[in-house]
């Protein structure tokens, strides 16, 4: 890999992040830019993904969460949302093969409720067919917001200790984490936001607490393996301190 003046760039492969969780944003920015309607943004936003998703499993990434649709995107306008909705069935109809294959576990995070059928079907089919494999887990967050998925693990957990099975002293971080979406997994290593906003916007509020953030000012679908690999450098190259000294 090089990096901006032309130098190369080597991973240590043996200090991978195990758990790394991407913003997707930008797809509306570039369309715009180019003069294209924002659901071709969308659009090449998916091919993205899919080279993403084998840049982290060629390096032994453990689990990769990225933020597909969030609570607040319910606000634009009805077209796009309906547009959006269709992309994880497409998705997987051209990738979930190469996927069973790659030996990747597909998962989602966030609330199934308000999604349409066939958008739940398609996230869920794939789900059934790669819950057994044992390679990087690949996790969708759709209709995902982590005050949202805060108030949930905490409406579980009074419930737990109304009904007696839990006392107070019981309300631990592991408890929290038992309840969340991401119950099982490691939190993630490191977090990157593309296109240059940066903001948490209500994603993984409670999981990002001691992870890495990394900013890129790339768009989403111009962002690539390189890219990627850039930001798992400067990640390999910062001191991780977990609020010691
Ligand atoms: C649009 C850029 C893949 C971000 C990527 C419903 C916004 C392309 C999926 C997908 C979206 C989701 C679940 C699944 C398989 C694939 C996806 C949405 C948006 C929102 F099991 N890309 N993608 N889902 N975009």
Redesign the pocket.
């Known amino acids: 890999m090089q990096g901006k003046d032309g130098e190369q760039l080597t991973l240590d492969l043996d200090n991978i992040p195990k758990h790394i969780a991407i913003i997707?944003d930008g797809?509306g920015r570039w369309a715009k830019k180019r003069g294209l309607p924002r659901v071709a943004?969308?659009?090449a936003?998916?091919k993205?993904?899919k080279e993403i998703t084998r840049a982290a499993d060629d390096i032994g990434v453990k689990a990769l969460t990225?933020?597909?649709?969030s609570t607040e995107?319910w606000k634009r306008p009805k077209d796009e949302v309906e547009y959006?909705?269709?992309?994880?069935q497409e998705?997987?109809l051209t990738?979930l093969k190469e996927l069973i294959e790659q030996n990747v576990q597909?998962r989602?995070l966030g609330n199934k409720d308000q999604?349409p059928d066939y958008?739940i079907k398609?996230?869920l089919e794939?789900?059934e067919k790669t819950k057994n494999n044992t390679g990087l887990i690949?996790n969708?967050a759709?209709?995902y917001g982590s005050r949202d998925e805060m108030l949930h693990a905490i409406r579980c957990i009074a419930d737990e200790v109304k009904k007696g099975n839990l006392d107070v002293e019981g309300i631990t971080e592991k408890a929290m984490e038992r309840h969340l979406f991401t119950v099982g997994l490691p939190d993630p290593d490191l977090l990157i936001r593309t296109s240059g906003e940066v903001r948490l916007s209500n994603f993984m509020l409670w999981q990002l607490a001691y992870s890495e953030l990394y900013f890129s000012e790339v768009y989403?679908?111009d962002f690539n393996r390189d890219e990627f690999y850039k930001a798992i450098y400067e990640y390999q190259h910062r001191n991780r301190r977990y609020g010691g000294v």
């Open positions: 997707m797809n943004g969308h659009r936003g998916m993205t993904v990225l933020y597909a649709f995107n959006l909705m269709r992309l994880p998705y997987l990738e597909v989602m999604l958008t398609a996230v794939a789900q690949l969708f759709l209709n989403w679908p």
